[in-house]
């Protein structure tokens, strides 16, 4: 698989485990902190994000647009 293919699967899944963090402040893995989350979320945005819940929160948003830009793209692709 090529990562243009894994990459949407992973923001999702970086989704989910921000919304689940800023919620009830609970880690979906031992691996989820705040900062890595802050820092995943860079990668993919480009933008840097404070460890805090409004950081986050900023991280959510923008990666939920990203997301959303590349479904529509890859659906865009497959329509024709």
């Known amino acids: 698989m090529a990562t ?3 990459n949407p699967m992973r923001i999702a899944v970086l ?4 919304q689940l963090y800023l919620s009830s402040g609970l880690k979906s893995t031992r ?3 705040p900062t890595n989350m802050s ?3 860079s990668e993919y945005t480009g933008r840097a994000y404070k460890r805090s819940s ?4 900023m991280a959510l948003v ?12 890859s659906s ?3 329509a024709d």
Not at 15 to 18: K, T
Not at 54 to 57: K, R, S
Not at 62 to 73: G, R, T
């Open 31 to 33: 691996t989820a902190t």
């Open 15 to 18: 989704i989910s485990s921000i």
């Open 54 to 57: 409004a950081g986050l929160q």
């Open 62 to 73: 923008d990666l939920k647009a990203l997301y959303d830009n590349i479904i529509e793209a």
């Open 76 to 78: 865009e692709k497959y």
């Open 39 to 41: 820092r995943w979320a």
């Open 4 to 6: 243009s293919e894994i």
